[in-house]
DNA sequence: TTGGAAAATTAACATTGTTAAGTATTTTTA
DNA sequence: TAAAAATACTTAACAATGTTAATTTTCCAA
């Protein structure tokens, strides 16, 4: 069965070529910019081929949130080796937070944009695992933290979405213009490790006297 | 001149009719239902009228945004009375996470939609005043709680940015479905509330021991 | 070589924001 | 009061979008 499989590897290339085609597009020139007519053009097929490889256009947005994921967990391969769960956690805000601000397209398809989570809601198997891996191996630093008396013992869920809610509040506020007149561009990512670093140190049963 | 001044005042009537139309779609059907036509249809004129008004869709979407600042204004009117900076602090974040589930659609386009930001850089005085004046009230009660030794000096700026971060982040992960699979929907606003109480009480001098 | 499946295309639809041109209405002026 | 000018509004149209139905082209097996 050589020919199917041949087949198989084909439309995969061509799906992979529509969706670098639409990294592409939505880097170059920005998320509206992503339309279906362009990516064929990229790819030198008519429009309506698109919708052989993909139900539509929330699905192509669906596959690139998963790469987004999948460029954060490379970013992130930088934590094995930290022991301490407070400098871990350090370290995961500024892996996100510079992952963010250096690929503000790719993090609005993971977490500001509806169309994903529309797709997941459709499925049948409709658990968002990326995100809450990602949510995971946050949770089990905190906890690691409040278990060697590290940072205080409350509520794990409230405080990683504290975190989260954070981080993110930086990173998006930022990407979409609303830190503009606070700061200039230039100093903006360096303040914004600031802010990690104020909560931090904050929560740093260690630092206090 | 009371002519000029009755049609003045028409004029100012038809922009509201017409501000109304849009809040009625985007509470009742969402964010992208707000189309012209459909807002045409409701104030019963025809669609190229709407531009005698406003100049394009974006400076609707601005004069949305303006609004729904006005309305969390109206919201922070508690805030007055509230003498210890920590207590306001916690009441302002109270106010912000239960504007923002209250009222997402107004939230989003002062928050999270470029639109009204685009209209503001294209405005000669092209300061983001409402945001501006909203980040001051934060700043200048942070820097009271460090006056009074409430919490630990730090730049406020950076402190700031980390509040007003948590909290936007904890709302527009909510609104953006990224929090669905962590709680059921009615513990959620609980939840929030509690992110910003372990926040306040992890920089709250007074609580240590 | 031919029949049928698979892959791709052409044509079309409805919807969108927006502009240009024209019409109706009201106000000003002679 | 009648003509002229300004104002208010509408009709028609354009280009772009996502998406579907119908049709053509390509390819492999019998």
Redesign the pocket.
Same mark, same amino acid.
């Given at each position: 069965m050589g /020919?199917t499989e041949r087949?198989e590897k084909q439309?995969l290339e /061509?799906k992979k070529m529509i969706l670098d085609a639409s990294i592409k597009l939505f880097v170059e020139e920005g998320f509206e910019n992503?339309? /279906?007519?362009?990516i064929a053009d990229l790819i030198e097929?008519?429009?309506?081929?698109v919708?052989?490889y993909f139900k539509?256009?929330?699905e192509i947005f669906y596959n690139l949130h998963e790469l987004g994921f999948q460029k954060l967990a490379e970013r992130n391969q930088n934590l094995a080796e930290i022991a301490n769960p407070i400098t871990r956690l350090h370290k995961m805000g500024e892996n996100y937070i510079d992952f963010g601000m250096a690929n503000p397209e790719f993090y609005d398809v993971m977490f500001i944009q509806r169309a994903p989570m529309q797709v997941l809601s459709e499925m049948t198997e409709c658990d968002w695992t990326h995100g809450e891996s990602a949510l995971n191996a946050l949770k089990i630093t905190i906890e690691e933290a409040m278990e060697k008396g590290l940072i205080k013992r409350a509520n794990v869920v409230a405080v990683a979405m504290a975190i989260w809610g954070m981080v993110h509040g930086l990173v998006s506020l930022a990407t979409r213009d609303r830190f503009d007149k606070l700061t200039e561009i230039k100093d903006l990512k360096a303040l914004m490790h600031q802010s990690v670093n104020w909560l931090l140190s904050s929560i740093d049963l260690s630092l206090r006297k």
């Open positions: /020919i087949k439309k /061509i992503v339309t /279906i007519r362009k097929y008519s429009p309506t081929t919708y052989l539509d256009k929330n």
